[in-house]
């Protein structure tokens, strides 16, 4: 086996307990480790800014919510080399000592600059930028794009299927359709950022102290020899349940819970029956009717069944009495937007602007800072600045670390952020809140300075590859 391939006989993760791919240093590109090397040989290790940032939208969202900033930060504060992973390398026979030697003492010391979690973001908007050492800033590029992509991806999907249930509950049922258990808890977590009232998984609630919501499956009611023995014994274990009522019929299971009802008398606490298949609108309505007649005003209808915001709003439109949606597959994966054009690029080093002038891929020098522009609290504008720049507006973007330590540990907790998400999209124009592209997209413009930098950067680089 080529030494440079990965032995999985003595690095499986099975074996060896101490890898961790989550929080290990090795979670980053080649290349950000050859570049390092080469950086260090050349003595590159001034101060480099990096910003992370999308050039377009995905073709059928209107915004992103930006999320994963606390996994961010919290990485870039325990970032170590440790003797496993640094013997690995060396194994590799690829890198020299001096670098080796370097990693075994790396410690990200730089700065950051971000907008809250749970902000709304547009094009070419600084959501992190990293100001550090240039091998500093390099090496976590994997790893913020990461957290920042999967997590802004989430949140934006969540959030559109919370917009569309006006005010109904929703809850993440994702979890076993979600692309591995990373990706699953950080759908939990941003699916209650987004304002989801909670998850069905444990973990999650454990991990994010956030709401873990479920009952029962329909295999619970198969077990049983009836369903009505099921729904007794269930409501004895647990009386505020939700019953699901559609294993055989679902009407049939609505009678079954009235039924319940007036067997138990004040003993009955069941709150809700759940709908998982069929017409959803005509069951509910059906549902509704038999309920209220028997005087179970109180039960709430829940529904699921493979629902987006795209059915949640046709439900609604049906005029369907459902109170309450757990939203799956499509919430886990967002399969209508499954990624944003996220970049990681460099804008500065050692005091100088930087920039790429491929085609399409142009990005603005220079650190920046973005003004958001209210009108009556309604967002109505913003103004991508220098970040020496002050303007009209809320400076969006904020220091969350200096020198390698958060400014204040407990400025990102998750019941602010989702206080600061439940903001930012009511301050939203209500255009930008449709589920198709809207016609006309949010007001973004460039300032005159840095407009004006971009412009001599650009001349001066022209002008050196014509010489």
Not at 55 to 62: K, M, S, T, W
Not at 88 to 93: A, N, S, V, Y
Not at 189 to 215: D, E, H, M
Not at 300 to 321: F, H, N
Request: aromatic share 8%; net charge negative; with cysteine.
């Amino acid at each position: 086996m080529d030494n440079h391939c990965f032995n999985f006989k003595r690095y499986s993760l099975l074996d060896n307990h101490c890898f961790n791919p989550h929080h290990s240093a090795l979670f980053t590109d080649l290349y950000e480790l050859t570049m390092l090397q080469a950086y260090y040989a050349e003595g590159m290790t001034a101060t480099a800014v990096f910003e992370l940032f999308f050039r377009e939208l995905p073709a059928r969202r209107n915004y992103i919510m930006a999320a994963g900033l606390d996994d961010v930060l919290s990485y870039l504060e325990e970032l170590r080399f440790t003797d496993d992973e640094l013997a690995w390398l060396e194994q590799r026979g690829q890198f020299s000592e001096a670098l080796l030697e370097a990693l075994r003492h790396f410690r990200f010391t730089g700065d950051v600059y971000a907008v809250p979690e749970g902000t709304i973001v547009f094009e070419n908007e600084p959501v992190v930028q990293v100001v550090a050492p240039l091998p500093e800033a390099q090496l976590v590029e994997t790893y913020v794009l990461n957290q920042i992509h999967l997590q802004s991806v989430a949140a934006t999907k969540a959030a559109r299927v919370v917009t569309a249930a006006q005010g109904r509950n929703v809850v993440d049922f994702g979890s076993r359709r979600s692309h591995g258990t990373d990706a699953a808890l950080k759908v939990a977590c941003t699916s209650y950022l987004a304002g989801a009232i909670g998850t069905s998984n444990v973990a999650a609630g454990r991990l994010y102290a956030i709401p873990a919501l479920g009952t029962m499956a329909h295999s619970y009611i198969q077990a049983h020899t009836d369903e009505m023995a099921a729904f007794k014994a269930f409501a004895r274990e647990f009386p505020e349940t939700t019953l699901l009522v559609d294993t055989y019929d679902t009407l049939a299971g609505v009678h079954k819970t009235i039924d319940l009802a007036r067997q138990l008398g004040d003993a009955f606490k069941v709150q809700a029956i759940r709908l998982d298949s069929g017409d959803l609108a005509e069951l509910a309505r059906s549902s509704r009717k038999l309920l209220d007649e028997a005087g179970l005003e109180h039960i709430k209808i829940i529904a699921s069944s493979g629902l987006d915001e795209y059915k949640i709003t046709r439900l609604l439109e049906r005029g369907a009495p459902i109170d309450g949606f757990g939203v799956g597959t499509e919430l886990a994966v967002s399969a209508d937007a499954p990624d944003i054009d996220f970049s990681y690029k460099l804008v500065a080093y050692d005091g100088q602007p930087r920039m790429k002038l491929s085609s399409s891929k142009v990005n603005r020098p220079g650190r920046k800072q973005v003004f958001r522009v209210r009108d009556d609290g309604r967002m109505v504008g913003d103004i991508i600045a220098r970040c020496d720049e002050t303007l009209e507006g809320e400076a969006l973007l904020a220091p969350v670390m200096q020198n390698g330590k958060r400014l204040d540990p407990g400025q990102d907790s998750l019941a602010k952020a989702r206080e600061h998400a439940r903001a930012q999209l009511e301050a939203l124009p209500s255009a930008l809140k449709t589920l198709e592209r809207a016609k006309a997209g949010y007001p973004v413009k460039i300032s005159a300075a840095l407009t004006t930098l971009t412009e001599e950067l650009q001349r001066a680089l022209e002008c050196k590859l014509r010489s």
